[in-house]
């Protein structure tokens, strides 16, 4: 894909013949002359099916242009450096959501669809013959499940992401007076509104696993429309996620829309159940096993220091900074691990708070240290999302302190989803010279593979993937890339590494967007 100027450009090489002390030379896509040359380093291993592995870096060419490298009569795919070259990948990425917006939600290349949602309830083993209107919102991924655990987090984000930047992500492209990225926030918020169930429980979960059995069909096709039951639950960890997610949603819609009406609604929902976290159990297990936190502590904090935010009333902080200080720094990040999120709100109060972020970060640079292409952390299922958190909280952390001191790392880690990774490709559809075309997505499928901002799951270990028996439909074309820690295929079937999912796409949204020149 390519660079911004200022950006750290590095690059690996794979080969089966030594090319040690060989020039590499970066060159002007129309001209063909050299711009930048410089020697390969040796990294003195083999990689996957090669026998040497070697480096190489260009930092210092930052004239705006298309290039290409040739190393020893080989060239690479064509990639740019442009300052503007990330805000059209975030455009991309948010049109993934209008294609997985469920019902009366003007959805993309599908037609309304799961009307009825839902039909009953489930509670425990309790089956409840009653219905309750939870259309809306988005599914989940290449299904048409909805999990409130992910549509709370995915929300969360995009309302973060506009007010961590507005200037680059306020962009209104259909001019109708609303950022676009809260136009779609809008789809969550109203969404989990509706999941409150007599204020005391949250439908966690529209559908079951007979989803999966049904054979690939359009979500307007779907024979399940009318059988759709809604799981209830309630536990400290969805308490967090969902109460924090509606008090920023009731800050941002008072403050720019002057939609008091409905800032009150999200904010009153939002105490609501902030108010009986101490009544529920710590984390919720309702529905078919999936999205299950393993802690609680740092999504209530996100919680408190959220409310605290848009009440100033002192109780909020003060809890904030005692769930903060529990959950500690968690090394990771995903729907689940969002410690970085609360660190980083009550950071702008709490200053220290700067330091659990940091301890993450030099985690993910001593693992990033061990890895050829750099990753910063171990590749298990959603990986990609997990690798864009790092570099997500390398710019809380930057922001929070003025420091450059993991901006390699984070750019790494970056650039490893646009193609600097053992396939050379970018993970997300259409961005890039070669990047995943064959989604484990019902509606791309039904769209000739065509999908707008589709962001794959990313590789995992393989005895994870061997695990799952799953039944390719093409041979792999990558297989001498492949090594049993880092293993992907770009196979329709494939729903472990080849996925989309609204939540990785929400983290891709804010790392891209805060790449952008916008």
């Keep these: 894909v390519g660079f911004s100027p200022y950006d750290y450009k590095s690059g690996i090489v794979l080969s089966n013949?030594?090319?040690?002390?060989?020039?590499?030379?970066?060159?002007?896509?129309?001209?063909?002359?050299t711009v930048f040359s410089g020697k390969l380093l040796t990294k003195n291993k083999s990689y996957a099916a090669f026998k040497f592995s070697f480096s190489f870096e260009f930092t210092r060419l930052r004239k705006a242009g298309k290039f290409?490298?040739?190393?020893?009569?080989?060239?690479?795919?064509?990639?740019?450096?442009?300052?503007?070259?990330?805000?059209?990948?975030?455009?991309?990425?948010?049109?993934?959501?209008?294609?997985?917006?469920?019902?009366?939600?003007?959805?993309?290349?599908?037609?309304?669809?799961?009307?009825?949602d839902v039909t009953r309830m489930i509670d425990g083993k309790k089956n409840i013959l009653k219905k309750m209107d939870v259309t809306g919102g988005w599914h989940d991924a290449g299904d048409y499940v909805k999990f409130l655990n992910t549509i709370a987090y995915t929300t969360y984000t995009l309302m973060f992401s506009y007010e961590f930047d507005p200037a680059k992500f306020g962009f209104d492209s259909n001019n109708n007076g609303t950022p676009d990225i809260l136009e779609e926030a809008k789809i969550g918020l109203d969404w989990l509104l509706r999941a409150n169930y007599k204020n005391k429980k949250l439908i966690t979960q529209v559908q079951d696993l007979r989803d999966h059995d049904r054979g690939w069909r359009l979500p307007e096709n779907d024979d399940l429309t009318f059988d759709r039951p809604g799981f209830l639950g309630i536990g400290k960890n969805l308490i967090g996620i969902y109460s924090a997610t509606l008090a920023l949603g009731a800050k941002i819609w008072a403050e720019k829309f002057d939609y008091y009406k409905f800032s009150e609604k999200c904010l009153n929902t939002a105490l609501k159940f902030y108010a009986i976290r101490n009544q529920v159990t710590n984390i919720d297990t309702s529905g078919t096993g999936m999205y299950i936190d393993k802690s609680y502590l740092g999504k209530l904090a996100l919680a408190a220091i959220e409310l605290y935010n848009v009440t100033k009333k002192t109780k909020f902080y003060k809890e904030a900074l005692n769930y903060g200080n529990l959950a500690g720094s968690d090394y990771w990040w995903s729907w689940g691990d969002v410690n970085a999120f609360a660190d980083y709100r009550i950071a702008e109060y709490s200053p220290q708070f700067a330091n659990k972020i940091e301890e993450n970060l030099k985690r993910f640079r001593s693992t990033s240290q061990t890895n050829l292409f750099g990753e910063g952390a171990a590749l298990n299922w959603g990986s990609n999302n997990t690798l864009l958190g790092i570099a997500l909280q390398n710019i809380l952390w930057k922001k929070l302190t003025h420091k450059t001191t993991y901006d390699t790392l984070a750019v790494t880690q970056r650039d490893f989803i646009l193609g600097r990774n053992p396939w050379g490709i970018s993970f997300i559809y259409d961005v890039g010279t070669n990047f995943t075309k064959s989604f484990h997505h019902q509606v791309a499928y039904f769209n000739c593979g065509y999908l707008p901002g589709g962001f794959a799951a990313g590789p995992v270990n393989k005895a994870l993937l061997d695990s799952s028996g799953i039944k390719f439909e093409t041979s792999d074309k990558y297989l001498k890339f492949q090594t049993e820690k880092c293993y992907y295929r770009d196979d329709r079937m494939d729903y472990i590494t080849n996925e989309p999912t609204i939540s990785a796409n929400a983290t891709a949204v804010f790392v891209m967007g805060y790449f952008s020149k916008k």
Excluded: D, M, W
């Design 17 to 33: 013949i030594n090319l040690e002390g060989t020039n590499f030379e970066v060159k002007n896509s129309l001209t063909n002359q």
């Design 68 to 116: 290409y490298i040739e190393i020893y009569g080989t060239k690479s795919f064509q990639f740019q450096i442009n300052e503007n070259l990330f805000f059209p990948i975030v455009k991309n990425l948010l049109e993934f959501f209008k294609v997985q917006r469920c019902g009366y939600t003007n959805p993309e290349l599908h037609k309304v669809c799961h009307i009825a």
